[in-house]
């Protein structure tokens, strides 16, 4: 996000908008009683995390355009 918009502040923001929503959903499953999670269940769920963050790397080393940041701060 910060490769696209003006203010770091902005993208702090925007990214918090994204991760919250899910942090919420995960802590009221498990303050519920909800989820239960086997050791193999959260494995996957590990290596799912993992595979998404690679993902998330890739898109952003790609999306970052390095010249046009500093041509519109100075």
Known sequence: MSS???DARTAQQIG???VLP???VAIA???SGQASFTMEQMLLGDLVVA???GLALAAGSWAFDRE???TRLG
């Open 4 to 6: 696209r918009v003006s």
């Open 16 to 18: 918090g908008f994204i």
């Open 22 to 24: 899910v942090i919420g």
């Open 29 to 31: 499953g498990f303050f």
């Open 51 to 53: 595979m998404l963050i």
């Open 68 to 70: 046009a940041i500093l």
